[in-house]
């Protein structure tokens, strides 16, 4: 099983930064792919970023050029930096890992809890 904890979320004006954080625990060798996605209220979750194992990005055309993931493996830690922030990136925002565990001999998906981002005037 993997762990995931997410934080760095809040509150922030328009045109403003935030970074998130999500650390990983447990079978974190199994872990292929990581990613970040978004909720927001009466919305159905959508994805804003991912990177693979191999260091592949994929970004929502929403977000491209705006918003950065990256994962640190040393620190079992992938980022969402999230600039020039609009209203519409309001949401819960979810990190997410699959990866083959041998143990389950099962590809397994895995979800954080969520951190709230909130962008006003």
């Known amino acids: 099983q993997v762990q995931l904890v997410e934080s760095g979320g809040g509150l922030v004006q328009p045109g403003g930064s935030l970074r998130l954080s999500c650390a990983a625990s447990?079978?974190?060798?199994?872990?292929?792919?990581t990613g970040w996605y978004r909720q927001a209220p009466g919305k159905q979750r959508e994805l804003v970023a991912a990177?693979?194992?191999?260091?592949?990005?994929n970004y929502a055309d929403s977000v491209k050029g705006r918003f950065t993931i990256s994962r640190d493996n040393a620190k079992n830690t992938v980022y969402l930096q999230m600039n020039s922030l609009k209203p519409e990136d309001t949401a819960v925002y979810y990190c997410?890992?699959?990866?083959?565990?041998?143990?389950?001999?099962?590809?397994?998906?895995?979800w954080g809890r969520g951190t709230p981002v909130t962008v006003f005037s």
């Open positions: 447990g079978d974190i060798f199994s872990i292929e792919n």
């Open positions: 990177v693979t194992s191999g260091g592949s990005t």
């Open positions: 997410n890992a699959d990866g083959y565990s041998a143990k389950e001999q099962s590809y397994m998906y895995y």
